[in-house]
């Protein structure tokens, strides 16, 4: 460690190297979305929306994924082989920076094009609601005339009547696609009323979704893994003695996080909760304002289709429709799964999770593109009635090429010691001021709101960690010159000065 310069003393004799190796920390760049794999028509779509948004297209392709999973829902399951299916709905999350773009990639989809389609679904749902209180009030009239013939028979000592019949079912529920409250009765009455499909549960913050799943139901951790793979599931209530029984327990989620809070969710006990999360964590693209409106009705159009793919009249428990992969596919997807094996052999923690579910992942999607591309073609096509070899290949290029790298990008920086992560930060921050400072203050690193450099004690910490590295010096106090008290300023290494980039 080189001794503490004056400011005035010529830095370049002074300093030595700085270590870079804190610039990576461990964190593998993203990898590039393969925007092909959407169909060429979706694939300007999400451009188009991504530009507008002023956003990387993966902010866009997530919650795309996760809303065409929803609308597909329990109508289509893919299917491998007679003993292994899969229901298609799918846990994209994006990971970001606040201000990165995860909100507005995700507006276009959430707030403009699934509220008209979820007004679709309920077009003809006033009819049913006073179809089904006519026939209630009709058989209120039923019941007081058999009650009163009952009355009748009693003083005649006959035999009563039986009782007519109660056929009407329960009270019809308006149709739900989207849901914000993630209370597990309220998911569960939906699930078993208005959304037999499944829903889509939208949460602008994952980790405030993941952390209190357990705040009122200590089973919610499991009910909310049992909404991944589409069991059966059962509710019980306190209040009521009834309970809530799901035929098919499935749920499509989207939401986005930041990089801190996800590392704080890493350090608890992998249940295979976080491994069925699709992450996306692009960098981040320049700030511009989009000057272009996104194909909100374009969109609505061919995902509106996928509305139209109902459950059919059978007991809803047992109506799923399976669609099978083409016979060339299958060896395919086995090589695939034969692959992901071998390298989950050699992984472990949260990555190694990842590397089972793979296989799952890469069937589930390839059902999802074979609808997307369905639904984005012209015409009156029927739907799909197998998964083609072609949407196999995609969708196992978008798990091998870009979700499970991302994977090794998500759980390679959780993973990090905190002072690594903190020091990365402020590393990285640090090469991006132009011109490059030659001293910085605590107190000001705190009001640039860096991630996970908010506190005090944090800047600190990551202070401390580029002093290790040879990036920071302590800097005498500029008022007095003497040995007096310190001020939190440190002196930054001029070397860094042939790290940074032009612009």
Request: proline letters at 10%; one cysteine or more; aromatic letters at 6%.
């Amino acid at each position: 460690m080189a001794s503490q310069p004056e400011i005035d003393d010529d830095p370049i004799v002074l300093w030595p190297a700085p270590d870079l190796l804190i610039l990576q920390s461990d964190r593998r760049p993203p990898p590039k979305l393969p925007l092909e794999a959407f169909g060429s028509a979706w694939a300007e779509w999400i451009k188009q929306a991504a530009l507008a948004a002023a956003c990387p297209a993966d902010y866009v392709a997530g919650p795309l994924l996760a809303s065409t999973s929803a609308l597909i829902g329990n109508a289509r399951w893919a299917q491998a082989a007679p003993g292994w299916s899969e229901p298609p709905h799918l846990w994209p999350g994006g990971v970001g920076d606040s201000g990165n773009g995860k909100s507005p990639g995700a507006a276009c989809l959430i707030r403009s094009v699934l509220p008209e389609i979820e007004r679709r679904m309920a077009l003809d749902f006033p009819d049913k609601l006073r179809e089904w209180h006519m026939l209630a009030e009709l058989a209120k009239v039923k019941e007081e005339k058999w009650k009163s013939e009952v009355r009748d028979a009693e003083k005649k000592k006959a035999a009563p009547p039986p009782p007519p019949e109660r056929d009407i079912g329960p009270e019809p529920q308006q149709p739900r696609l989207r849901q914000h409250d993630v209370t597990i009765e309220k998911v569960a009455t939906l699930l078993a009323t208005a959304a037999p499909k499944g829903l889509l549960i939208v949460r602008n913050e994952l980790a405030g979704w993941i952390e209190g799943m357990n705040a009122y139901n200590t089973s919610g951790r499991s009910f909310w893994i049992e909404a991944y793979d589409g069991h059966p599931y059962r509710v019980e209530r306190q209040k009521h003695q009834q309970p809530i029984d799901v035929p098919r327990n499935v749920v499509a989620v989207y939401g986005g996080t930041q990089p801190d809070k996800l590392a704080r969710l890493m350090q608890e006990l992998d249940d295979g909760l976080m491994a069925r999360i699709l992450w996306l964590w692009p960098d981040p693209v320049d700030f511009y304002i989009g000057r272009q409106a996104p194909g909100v009705n374009w969109a609505v159009g061919a995902l509106d289709k996928l509305r139209e793919l109902d459950l059919s009249a059978v007991d809803v428990a047992l109506s799923k429709k399976m669609v099978p992969l083409e016979p060339s596919a299958v060896p395919i997807l086995e090589k695939f799964g034969g692959e992901m094996q071998l390298r989950q052999r050699w992984a472990s923690g949260l990555l190694r999770s990842a590397y089972g579910k793979a296989r799952g992942q890469a069937l589930r999607l390839s059902l999802v593109l074979e609808y997307l591309w369905w639904c984005a073609a012209d015409g009156m096509a029927p739907p799909p009635t197998q998964i083609s070899q072609a949407a196999t290949v995609a969708a196992i290029g978008l798990v091998g090429e870009y979700f499970m790298p991302m994977a090794e990008r998500v759980y390679g920086d959780a993973a990090l010691p905190e002072e690594e992560r903190l020091a990365a930060t402020l590393a990285r921050w640090l090469v991006s001021r132009r011109p490059l400072p030659a001293v910085i203050n605590a107190r000001e690193v705190r009001r640039h709101k860096l991630p996970g450099l908010r506190e005090a004690e944090k800047v600190m910490v990551a202070i401390k960690a580029l002093i290790d590295v040879d990036w920071l010096m302590p800097a005498p106090t500029r008022a007095g010159g003497g040995p007096g008290r310190q001020r939190a300023d440190f002196a930054v290494n001029p070397r860094l000065k042939g790290t940074q980039k032009d612009d």
